[in-house]
């Protein structure tokens, strides 16, 4: 539980720094800019394929970047982001002041559901964090997120397929295909792993 807390605790400082930095962009979150941060936020789309109203948890929300992404599209959608970051969830408020149908927190309230759960570049940054207890992480949180949805949920991870040469200690690279597996046996048979869009990453998608 120790060792848990502190992995924690270093994310949320780093992720706090970033903001703190760099303000409501997308190196404030870590991503080298706003056309691959859209490009992930795409790949979500096709867990909502079909759905016009739906709530939907943004887990690990930064600004709202994802908010500000889908809303012109889903106008029925009622937006929750949560942040372990009081920084970013203070910058995410600042920013989507006058977006309706959404909120922001840093404390997950007991027993609350949502239809879908998204989280984009959660698992990326492991600092200096065991690959073991990075990976044990991961899956504690996967199924975090299976209790807090009713229809599906998704998430993105760096890919192991990236090229060796340009992978950094500090971050986590996950095997797309033990997610995909993982995700088949314990929550759906309704999964698809997204690995064809140009960036070193892949994305699960789990439909209940």
């Not at 970013?88 to 879908?116: H, P, Q």
């Not at 990326?124 to 044990?136: A, G």
């Not at 899956?139 to 998704?154: P, R, S, V, Y």
């Amino acid at each position: 539980m120790e060792k848990r807390k502190q992995l924690i605790d270093e994310v949320e400082k780093y992720y706090t720094s970033k903001i703190r930095e760099y303000g409501a962009t997308s190196q404030g979150v870590d991503w080298n800019g706003a056309e691959s941060q859209e490009l992930r936020f795409d790949q979500f789309t096709r867990l909502l394929r079909g759905t016009e109203s739906f709530s939907l948890l943004d887990y690990g929300s930064g600004y709202g970047a994802i908010l500000q992404y889908f809303k012109p599209f889903y106008e029925g959608m009622k937006y929750s982001g949560y942040d372990i970051s009081e920084d970013m969830i203070s910058k995410a408020l600042e920013v989507n002041s006058e977006i309706s149908d959404c909120e922001f927190f840093s404390n997950l309230e007991e027993g609350r559901t949502w239809d879908y759960v998204v989280a984009s570049g959660l698992f990326n940054v492991r600092l200096n964090s065991e690959v073991k207890d990075w990976e044990d992480y991961i899956i504690e949180t996967i199924h975090k997120f299976d209790a807090l949805c009713e229809k599906g949920f998704a998430f993105n991870i760096l890919t192991s397929y990236s090229d060796l040469d340009k992978q950094k200690d500090y971050l986590h690279y996950g095997n797309p295909s033990f997610y995909f597996d993982y995700c088949k046996r314990h929550f759906s048979r309704n999964v698809a792993v997204l690995h064809d869009y140009d960036l070193y990453e892949f994305t699960i998608l789990v439909k209940k």
